[in-house]
């Protein structure tokens, strides 16, 4: 009881430490990677962030299983993670509140999103496999959305590269954590 105390009595006096409440009922997700990013494998590392109500809430950063051979394949194999982290967190959401929008993917990389977005064979990704395309379902289903970003924006960058001390306040910022 003492420590509810103390908690409630911080957060009324130091507003400025708390997470400040934005557009609630909405998940916003971010995928990236880091193409050939391990030297002895030649795999990329994937890294998803979620965020809802403007806090990070769920993240990601795995090795990816295969060895991509392209940045454009590299980056629809975490965009279909970050898929399917979003149709998840969507079923855990509708039990207990309302989203109200449909989730969206944002990726920065233009060829990935293109490939998300549109359903026909692509003669230059044919190499790809077919498993790495449930984002492409879901798109068409309109259970999830994709959004191109530039890398400015990409709030993912904070797992995927060195940054500077402004950039990585940047994206503290944009996580919800500042």
Request: hydrophobic letters at 40%.
């Amino acid at each position: 009881q003492e420590d509810v105390v103390r908690v409630k009595s911080f957060s009324l006096h130091r507003r400025d430490y708390c997470r400040r409440k934005e557009e609630a009922g909405v998940l916003e997700i971010y995928s990236d990677a880091d193409f050939e990013g391990c030297t002895k494998t030649g795999r990329s590392t994937s890294r998803v962030i979620v965020k809802y109500s403007g806090g990070a809430i769920s993240w990601l950063s795995q090795r990816q299983a295969v060895v991509a051979t392209s940045t454009t394949e590299a980056e629809i194999i975490v965009a279909n993670e970050g898929a399917k982290e979003a149709i998840w967190l969507s079923r855990f959401f509708k039990e207990i509140t309302k989203l109200k929008e449909v989730p969206v993917i944002q990726v920065d990389n233009t060829a990935a999103v293109r490939l998300a977005q549109n359903p026909e064979f692509h003669w230059r990704t044919r190499h790809i496999s077919i498993k790495h395309f449930f984002i492409r379902e879901k798109v068409t289903a309109a259970k999830l959305g994709v959004k191109q970003i530039s890398t400015e924006h990409q709030v993912a960058d904070i797992m995927t590269k060195p940054l500077s001390s402004t950039r990585l306040k940047i994206l503290c910022v944009k996580m919800g954590l500042l």
